[in-house]
Structures are given as C-alpha cells and as structure tokens.
C-alpha cells in the first residue's frame, strides 16, 4: 500500500515568500521541502502542547499524553517536568495504590497506602 501526499495551498505575504527563501538557501533545501518540514514540525509541536494540557487537566494519562505526542514515556515526562506540570500529585498516587491493593487483593498495600495517608494528616 503506497501512501499519496495530499496538496494544500497557501498563500504567503511578500515578506513571507522573501524569509521563506532565505531560509531555504541557508538550509539547503528547496522552498517545498522547507515547508512541508516546518509544517510537520509546527504539527508535532502543537500536538505536544496538547498532550501536555491535556495531562495537566487530568484529561487523559501520562501514558495517553506520551503516545498522542508521538514521544516515549520518560520523554514525556521530562517534557513535563520541564513545563512545570505535577507530574502525580500525593493524592493520585495513593489512589493508585489503593486502586491497585483493590484489583490484586494485596492487604498489605492498602496497609502502606494507609499508613502514608495517616502519616500526612
């Protein structure tokens, strides 16, 4: 199966059409390759920005945020962190826990969650 590029046009402001040509000739590339490579690179930084708000909103996980941006997990989160985002508050991770003590029957995790929530009361 061959993947057909679709064609979109654009049209650019004398200014634009001047720096667009610059560019290129500094890069090396043509005028289309230039465009088509800042086009995705615009693509896959606005999809990161989503990926990060979304987190942060607690719209979707940080597994969820790393696969719609297209990076590995630890990327993420390192993309997180360097954004500032809470990565996973106390409260989440206790969830967790006790989520997990829950879903395997382990008493004895629900016993550390527990005591790490009196410790911080």
Same mark, same amino acid.
């Given at each position: 199966?061959?993947?057909?590029?679709?064609?979109?046009?654009?049209?650019?402001?004398?200014?634009?059409?001047?720096?667009?040509?610059?560019?290129?000739r500094e890069d090396h590339l043509s005028e289309t390759v230039l465009?088509?490579?800042?086009?995705?690179?615009?693509?896959?930084?606005?999809?990161?920005?989503?990926?990060?708000?979304?987190?942060? +909103? %607690?719209?979707?996980?940080?597994?969820?945020?790393?696969?719609?941006? *297209? #990076?590995?997990?630890?990327?993420? !989160?390192?993309? =997180?962190?360097? +954004? %500032?985002?809470?990565?996973?508050?106390?409260?989440?991770?206790?969830? *967790? #826990?006790?989520?997990?003590?829950? !879903?395997?029957? =382990?008493?004895?995790?629900?016993?550390?969650?527990?005591?790490?929530?009196?410790?911080r009361a």
């Amino acid at each position: 199966m061959t993947l057909q590029g679709i064609s979109r046009r654009i049209r650019l402001s004398p200014e634009e059409s001047v720096l667009l040509g610059l560019m290129s000739r500094e890069d090396h590339l043509s005028e289309t390759v230039l465009l088509h490579k800042l086009v995705s690179e615009s693509l896959a930084r606005r999809r990161l920005d989503w990926a990060c708000a979304a987190y942060g +909103r %607690g719209e979707i996980d940080v597994r969820g945020a790393a696969r719609y941006s *297209g #990076l590995s997990l630890y990327e993420m !989160l390192d993309e =997180l962190k360097r +954004r %500032g985002i809470e990565i996973a508050s106390s409260e989440q991770f206790l969830d *967790g #826990l006790n989520d997990l003590a829950d !879903l395997f029957d =382990l008493p004895e995790l629900r016993a550390a969650a527990a005591a790490v929530t009196a410790e911080r009361a």
